[in-house]
């Protein structure tokens, strides 16, 4: 593998030292050990910068799979590269900030880094992946890692429902995406990103009748991983997770996986009007939903946790918007271009503000033991580096200048203005709705900022109300928060510092057919014109509706608890529980007669309903020797050992019975001249005579007086239809020649290759070794739990 290929999967191979280094190193904090991956990672990938932003790319291919098309193929061009530094730079932030957060003597720290670096790993996989299968199973370990993440305090109720409702939502995402996939796999023949763009371009999909499915699929994957309404419910129970978490996940890394799959994959599906319809409304939608629902929050990260649903929702309908920049040849009457733009430069800008916020957010709770609003209040005097962080991210995060998220707030109002001059897609009807609800949830982001700033840091000191006494936190706390916050200032004073090295080459990957025309450039004032307008409104009414608060605060309450998406959810989760826990007692008897009714009536049916319908059922005699005196002597006395064990009287003509009928087995294996399997069955037919006759030894003896057992027609049936449909079978199998027989590939190979005469041998140890070996392993762990009972048995008899 390259160096590439080890910078992606080197956070799960040192999770695995985690527990190592905690053990062996309990005086020195954890995360100590763990910041040094992140550091080293963003310094690595940092130096691609000059390659990406000179219109390079990186690619570097590890066979994995290759007859089904699966390689773990790692590929880095501008949008990748700016996950890869936004993942592994925020992750050095969270880990610093932890390792003030976290106390080492009462958490368990090495289960939270081997979460965290499993997650870091797997967002770089994601974003960093070209081959589709292997970008699914890295999406999928993101799944499974914020499980773990958000569940850390696992002796919380509210932390595992939090967990339960995040995988089961996002999981379900995962599955829909990966049908998606599939259905790409099926029109174009490859798992390569890179191909099936090409294709795209080549117009050789999207006429398929595939193609809106697939779409659809890859969406539902996309929005439930970023909160897209209706599936947004899962991130504010998320919150129950420690502050390092929410700040890494839910700011820079898991949220934005969706947005990173809908941007990768625009070139796919921008030719058809839907893609654009579905990722903008919804998108729009989502923004106006998750900050109108912010606002009713009392705690500081629940309002955090709506905020990033509503600016997942705002970065996720420019890049709808965006892309119908593709239907366009050239930049010079391209307006959408504009819409991709602020999607990225958003996306970075949120990254900084809403990681600073969420470390303020987790500085307040460490130092005063709340999250409550109604509870905090005047801590300005008492923490003033955390008011000034608090200041600086929520006034971006408003939309106020002079901090980045103005600037692309204002890109943001320029991409939805500019639907009304559209010519596709019927954007000059309903696409008026854009600015309008751009306006909206603008106001409404603007209204909880300033409830986010001012109701914890000004206002009346509730001392009676707090935990502790508030102060300050120490500075390895604030270290990261206040980058994070001098990076808010330094791109909103000098965005251009990003535009060529970064915005530029993230904006070309997205817009790849634009690729060579793309150049940014950010200007902090651009003149009068509806943008300033729709800026200024928002200012006016979000203070007016901040003074006012608590006269309409009350529009709340009139939406009934039990109309709810959470409501619904867990109603739904509720009647799935009750509905599997009565289906599964209705089949669940406890006894083993039941279950082999089922298996074996499922075992006829399946079968007889394949072989009808595929008319597989033949007979063909032409080969087939001659039967003698032998065989047929030897049949009887098989049926009559088989009849004999059933309903013998006594367990000893069971057993002899039972021994008949193997040992006449092994004598048609004589007869078939294969020495090596009579002798084989010989020995286990003794061992297993011989276990019988010592097992049942112990056992009483058959009661005289035991009940008759009545003749069940059901259990006859099933038993002969088993009989039939395998001897159906069998004649079908030997008459039906599909393939050419593998014995003549044994015979040519079994001494040049595999280095033996005996072909039987060598078939079980060489050619089938493994199945050999996994049959021995089954066979030691069935010995071993047997062994442990039998153990545990004499002790107890021991210790009665």
């Not at 103005?406 to 009304?420: A, D, Y």
Request: contains cysteine; hydrophobic residues 55%; glycine residues 8%.
């Amino acid at each position: 593998m390259t160096l590439l290929h080890w910078a992606i999967i080197s956070p799960f191979l040192m999770a695995i030292i985690i527990p190592l280094l905690y053990k062996l190193f309990r005086k020195i904090h954890t995360g100590w050990f763990v910041l040094i991956l992140p550091v080293i990672l963003f310094t690595y990938f940092f130096q691609f910068i000059s390659i990406t932003s000179g219109g390079s790319v990186i690619k570097e291919t590890v066979q994995w799979m290759p007859s089904l098309d699966i390689n773990f193929t790692a590929y880095v061009d501008g949008l990748g590269l700016l996950f890869a530094l936004l993942i592994t730079g925020i992750g050095a932030l969270v880990v610093l900030y932890s390792i003030y957060y976290l106390n080492k003597d009462k958490e368990q720290l090495h289960n939270f880094y081997v979460y965290l670096l499993m997650f870091m790993g797997a967002m770089l996989g994601v974003v960093l992946s070209d081959n589709l299968i292997v970008l699914y199973m890295f999406w999928e370990f993101t799944s499974i890692s914020s499980f773990l993440l958000i569940g850390y305090w696992y002796h919380r109720e509210r932390s595992r429902y939090g967990a339960q409702k995040s995988m089961l939502i996002t999981v379900f995402g995962g599955l829909s995406m990966l049908g998606g996939f599939l259905l790409l796999y099926i029109m174009g023949g490859s798992f390569s990103i890179r191909e099936i763009v090409g294709m795209v371009g080549a117009g050789e999909l999207s006429t398929d009748p595939l193609f809106i499915p697939a779409l659809i699929l890859v969406l539902l994957g996309a929005f439930t991983k970023s909160a897209q309404f209706p599936f947004h419910i899962w991130l504010p129970d998320a919150m129950e997770a420690p502050t390092p978490v929410s700040a890494y996940l839910h700011s820079a890394t898991m949220v934005k996986a969706g947005l990173y799959l809908v941007a990768r994959m625009s070139p796919v599906f921008a030719e058809q009007g839907l893609w654009l319809w579905l990722v903008g409304g919804f998108g729009i939608l989502t923004l106006c939903w998750g900050s109108f629902n912010a606002v009713k929050q009392t705690d500081l990260k629940g309002i955090l946790a709506f905020s990033t649903v509503s600016q997942l929702g705002l970065i996720m309908s420019l890049l709808g918007i965006g892309a119908a920049a593709l239907h366009y040849d050239q930049l010079d009457d391209n307006i959408f271009l504009v819409a991709t733009l602020a999607a990225v430069f958003h996306l970075i800008n949120h990254a900084t503000f809403k990681g600073s916020l969420f470390m303020v957010v987790g500085i307040v709770d460490h130092e005063t033991g709340t999250r409550d609003i109604r509870k905090l209040g005047g801590l300005m005097s008492f923490m003033p580096i955390t008011f000034t962080i608090a200041i600086i991210g929520a006034f971006s995060m408003a939309g106020l200048p002079p901090f980045n998220g103005f600037l692309s707030k204002e890109m943001f109002f320029t991409g939805m203005v500019r639907i009304l001059e559209a010519d596709l897609f019927n954007l000059q009807t309903w696409g008026l709705l854009f600015p309008i609800l751009a306006w909206v949830g603008s106001v409404f982001t603007f209204l909880y900022s300033m409830i986010l700033v001012f109701k914890t840091f000004t206002g009346k000191y509730q001392p009676e109300k707090l935990d502790k006494k508030p102060h300050e936190a120490p500075i390895g706390m604030l270290i990261p928060p206040i980058i994070l916050a001098s990076l808010v200032v330094i791109f909103g004073f000098f965005p251009n510092i990003l535009s060529h090295s970064v915005i530029e080459p993230a904006v070309a990957a997205i817009t790849p057919s634009l690729a060579k025309e793309v150049e940014v450039h950010i200007s902090f004032w651009h003149g009068p014109g509806p943008e300033l307008y729709m800026t200024l409104g928002v200012f006016l009414i979000g203070i007016l509706l901040y003074v006012l608060l608590p006269k309409w605060m009350h529009i709340y309450t009139r939406i009934p608890e039990k109309l709810t998406l959470n409501s619904f959810y867990d109603r739904g989760i509720i009647a799935a529980e009750r509905g599997s826990y009565s289906f599964t007692k209705g089949y669940m008897t406890g006894y083993i007669r039941s279950y082999l009714v089922y298996i074996f009536s499922f075992f006829i049916a399946i079968l007889l309903f394949t072989m009808w319908y595929k008319g597989a059922f033949a007979i063909d005699t032409e080969d087939v020797a001659p039967i003698g005196i032998y065989e047929i002597a030897l049949a009887l006395i098989l049926v009559i050992s088989s009849v004999t064990t059933l309903f013998a009287k006594s367990r000893l003509t069971s057993i002899i019975a039972l021994g008949a009928a193997g040992y006449t087995v092994s004598l048609f294996f004589v007869l078939f001249r294969a020495p090596d399997l009579a002798l084989t069955q010989l020995v286990i037919e003794t061992v297993s005579v011989a276990l019988f006759l010592l097992c049942f030894y112990h056992l009483p003896p058959l009661s005289r007086h035991e009940e008759r057992m009545s003749f069940k027609l059901g259990n006859a049936l099933i038993s002969i239809g088993v009989g039939v449909v395998v001897t159906l079978v069998a004649i079908s199998s030997y008459s039906t020649k599909l393939f050419d027989s593998i014995s003549q590939y044994y015979i040519e190979n079994v001494y040049d290759e595999a280095g033996g005469k005996n072909m039987v041998n060598v078939i079980l140890v060489d050619f089938r070794g493994f199945d050999t070996l996994f049959e021995i392993c089954v066979l030691a762990i069935a010995a071993l739990g047997i062994f442990s009972m039998i153990k545990l048995r004499l002790t107890r008899r021991k210790e009665g």
